[in-house]
């Protein structure tokens, strides 16, 4: 028996056992590995969404973020439709929905459980303006250009390398010319900061986001660009918030088209 065939099969072994299995169901597989007990386990579910919990995982920063993230997406909004892509904890869809007034909001994840918890935190008015869509961030079933808005608010850094990948491939194939992208997120590798100077806290981190490290010391820009360039669209990067010492940002893109240049 060769070395890699035992090896093959330890893995299939273990990964039996491992109660993530329960959680795939049409998930992606690092949703339901890594992810299971935060975002598919409907206890998780119900615990995480829980303001004062997202205010501890986001070191005390939660409203400071939405705020931004909010004011990014709404100000002097470009006109047509606006998606968040993936659901979130905590009230910001709710205050998006408010700030759109009559408009829809597009919404999209892979987990059905998510977009029922989304349902549940709005009034019936809002769940009429709420297009809501069980879908993989990786392959969107909307046409090019659909959107002049869309938001990704800590999306990416949970996404390994490939995913990430079609993902912002995604986004840009969907944002108009003209568009616009708010990005919240971890900021770029913040070695100076205190909590990555203290191991015990920077190995917790990565252990709970094991796709965080990779995401830190990537261009988020320069992938961006890269994938605008796919589309004959270019990036303009307008602004960009920053808070708890760089340790987070909300960043804004505008998109243009070839005609824009
Ligand atoms: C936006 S992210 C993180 C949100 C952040 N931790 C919070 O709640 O504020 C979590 C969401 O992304 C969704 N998700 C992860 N990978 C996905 C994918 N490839 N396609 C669609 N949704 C995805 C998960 O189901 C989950 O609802």
């Known amino acids: 028996m060769s070395p890699g065939y035992r090896k093959n099969n330890k893995v299939k072994r273990s990964a039996l056992t491992g109660i993530w299995q329960h959680f795939?169901?049409?998930?992606?597989?690092?949703?339901?590995?890594?992810?299971?007990?935060?975002?598919?386990?409907?206890?998780?579910?119900?615990?995480?969404?829980?303001?004062?919990?997202?205010?501890?995982?986001?070191?005390g920063q939660y409203q400071t973020l939405k705020t931004q993230a909010l004011r990014a997406c709404m100000t002097n909004r470009p006109k047509g439709r606006l998606l968040q892509l993936t659901c979130v904890y905590g009230s910001l869809t709710p205050s998006l929905m408010k700030s759109l007034k009559d408009d829809e909001l597009y919404l999209m994840d892979v987990a059905d459980v998510q977009l029922g918890a989304t349902r549940q935190k709005l009034g019936d008015k809002e769940k009429s303006?709420?297009?809501?869509?069980r879908m993989n961030a990786e392959y969107l079933a909307y046409s090019n250009d659909a959107f002049s808005?869309?938001?990704?608010?800590?999306?990416?850094?949970?996404?390994?390398?490939?995913?990430?990948e079609?993902?912002?491939?995604?986004t840009l194939r969907v944002l108009q010319p003209?568009?616009?992208l708010v990005i919240t997120e971890y900021g770029?590798?913040?070695?100076q900061h205190f909590l990555c100077r203290w191991w015990p806290i920077r190995i917790l981190l990565l252990h709970l986001e094991p796709f965080l490290g990779n995401f830190w010391r990537q261009d988020l820009f320069a992938v961006l660009r890269r994938h605008a360039k796919t589309y004959n669209k270019t990036l303009r990067q307008v602004d960009e918030f920053h808070c708890f010492s760089h340790f987070y940002r909300v960043c804004v893109f505008e998109v243009e088209g070839p005609d824009d240049r």
Do not use: K, M, S
């Open 178 to 180: 003209g568009g616009r």
């Open 149 to 164: 808005t869309v938001l990704l608010f800590f999306l990416l850094h949970e996404l390994p390398p490939a995913a990430r």
């Open 166 to 170: 079609h993902t912002l491939d995604e």
């Open 129 to 133: 303006r709420l297009l809501a869509a």
């Open 24 to 59: 795939l169901d049409a998930h992606p597989e690092y949703l339901a590995r890594h992810y299971w007990w935060a975002y598919l386990w409907r206890f998780g579910v119900w615990f995480f969404d829980h303001q004062p919990i997202i205010n501890a995982i986001l070191f």
């Open 188 to 191: 770029q590798y913040p070695r």
